[in-house]
């Protein structure tokens, strides 16, 4: 009888442990459900690719399929960061054979060639998520992985952003495998050498597609230094001969599509960090970050995210999540995209207190556990998934296909039009990148759009402004000088003004979508609408 209990003691502490494995366990365990993971994450993101058909950023269509668009068929526009070599090509590239094995297979139709770049950044999500899972699983134990990975794909901002072609997204799938493979970041240290190499070149990645994203790696090394007994082995045989080269092949790179050198990661710093050059799309104040940019981005996770970093204690990654946040705040223009890479962390913590929850021994809780306990647990984990699909589907939902989808609408409706050789030339009479263009319209046809490009010259206005500010007189004196497009495209709010005067020039409304029920940056843009010439 003695003997059997204290089989009985040896069981609950190894029970206790589970959560907990070594890495040697959690390889052998975890190695079978690996692909089993991926490919479920796979299909949730592909058809989470499907169910995103709103306009977001500009940065999504502009600054990724748009330049590869130009690369693989020859046209396509180049914004204003292009022309000043503060963009690098590795992004866009991504998305050239892409387009190039569609356009050889004839598939490259209106609609495929809408889809298919998010469902491309839907495999990249899948393995973010992939390693997110095996993070959690190395920090904490497979069963804190489970809720973690729930977390991540239950999160209504991972819904709504994680599949879009920003170069954020991108940034933050190799902000989660480096990390993984960092050991000061995993604790671990076997195959330190080998992982920690492997992390270097993904976190120069990150760099060289975001420079910005430096924060992050700056935290990781100040943290490896300070335990790290070799610190100039580490520097100048590790960092040092990695990131040079990573550096060297993304300048060679951008000398061949730039056709001159340029370094497009201090050309980027100088105009965000040196010159407060994103200022002119707008600021902040310092502490948005931390009262509504981020509690938005994690929503009702949030509360969890507290409790997991209470008390899990992991506080790496807790400091981490701090830093991000508090060199970002110094910059005056914030953005939600721009802390997404260290969104995912905080959701690893929102999984550690779900674990927490469905088994309090997570916690430390000890002694023999009663039915009643059993079932109270069971009932709060119940109530708090509840609670989390409750809150999030919907707004997921709301943002994904309702919120802002009439320059997506508006485009795909153009697309079509030209397909069937009904449009001949385009005006947009909107903010500048306010929709898609031709990655969408996929035809060789003249288009216009309002110009934004920031003046050297502070309070200089741009050619949106002064569309802006009097409507009536920029189109009055664009029908003087310019021949007057077969479609015109504008938002409602500008529609009221002009639309007397384009009724004059024998314009008439061919369609109208809807946008937005509330204003985000100016005044409520409700509908987008299309006017069409008569005598075109």
């Not at 799309?281 to 509360?303: A, C, D, R």
Request: hydrophobic share 45%.
């Amino acid at each position: 009888m003695r003997r059997r209990h204290k089989n009985d003691g040896d069981k609950q502490k190894h029970e206790s442990r589970d959560s907990r494995k070594s890495d040697s366990d959690y390889s052998a365990s975890f190695f079978s459900s690996e692909k089993r993971v991926f490919f479920f994450c796979l299909m949730f993101r592909m058809l989470n690719s499907l169910l995103v058909q709103t306009y977001f950023n500009p940065d999504e269509h502009w600054q990724g399929p748009e330049v590869a668009h130009r690369i693989a068929f020859g046209y396509g526009h180049l914004t204003w960061e292009w022309k000043r070599g503060i963009r690098s090509y590795l992004h866009p590239l991504l998305f050239v054979p892409l387009y190039r094995v569609l356009a050889f297979l004839h598939l490259d139709t209106p609609l495929v060639m809408r889809k298919a770049p998010r469902l491309l950044q839907s495999v990249f999500a899948a393995v973010g998520e992939l390693y997110l899972y095996k993070l959690s699983a190395v920090l904490f134990g497979d069963n804190v992985a489970k809720w973690a990975l729930f977390s991540q794909l239950a999160n209504w901002f991972m819904i709504y952003c994680s599949v879009r072609t920003l170069s954020n997204s991108l940034e933050t799938v190799l902000t989660l495998v480096s990390l993984y493979f960092w050991p000061c970041m995993r604790s671990s240290s076997r195959s330190s050498t080998v992982s920690r190499k492997w992390s270097l070149v993904l976190a120069a990645l990150a760099c060289a597609i975001r420079p910005t994203s430096a924060i992050i790696w700056l935290y990781v090394g100040l943290l490896e230094f300070s335990k790290e007994r070799y610190k100039l082995k580490l520097l100048f045989l590790e960092v040092a001969p990695i990131g040079m080269l990573v550096l060297g092949l993304t300048c060679l790179l951008d000398r061949i599509m730039y056709g001159t050198w340029i370094l497009v990661p201090l050309n980027f710093l100088k105009f965000n960090f040196l010159s407060s050059g994103g200022d002119y799309y707008g600021t902040h104040k310092w502490h948005w970050y931390f009262t509504q940019g981020f509690p938005v981005m994690i929503f009702s996770f949030l509360p969890f995210s507290i409790a997991g970093i209470i008390y899990s204690k992991q506080w790496r990654y807790a400091c981490l999540l701090a830093w991000v946040l508090g060199l970002y705040s110094v910059l005056g223009h914030k953005e939600f995209r721009f802390v997404l890479p260290v969104l995912p962390i905080a959701l690893i913590f929102s999984g550690y207190c779900l674990a927490m929850i469905e088994d309090p021994g997570l916690a430390g809780y000890k002694g023999k556990e009663s039915s009643k306990k059993r079932t109270n647990c069971s009932l709060k984990m119940v109530l708090a998934v509840i609670f989390l699909l409750a809150t999030n589907i919907p707004m997921s939902l709301y943002m994904s296909l309702v919120h802002q989808r009439g320059p997506e609408d508006v485009m795909n409706h153009l697309a079509r039009e030209a397909h069937h050789g009904k449009v001949k030339n385009i005006l947009f009479l909107t903010p500048c990148h306010a929709t898609p263009y031709y990655t969408v319209l996929h035809r060789n046809l003249p288009m216009r759009f309002l110009d934004c490009t920031p003046s050297e010259e502070r309070g200089v206005l741009d050619e949106s402004d002064h569309f802006l500010m009097d409507p009536v007189s920029f189109l009055s004196e664009y029908a003087k000088n310019m021949s007057l497009p077969s479609h015109i495209v504008l938002f409602d709010s500008e529609e009221q003004k002009l639309k007397n005067l384009l009724n004059s020039y024998d314009y008439r409304e061919e369609r109208r979508f809807f946008n937005a029920h509330f204003k985000v940056d100016r005044e409520l843009q409700a509908s987008i609408v299309v006017y069409v010439h008569t005598r075109q």
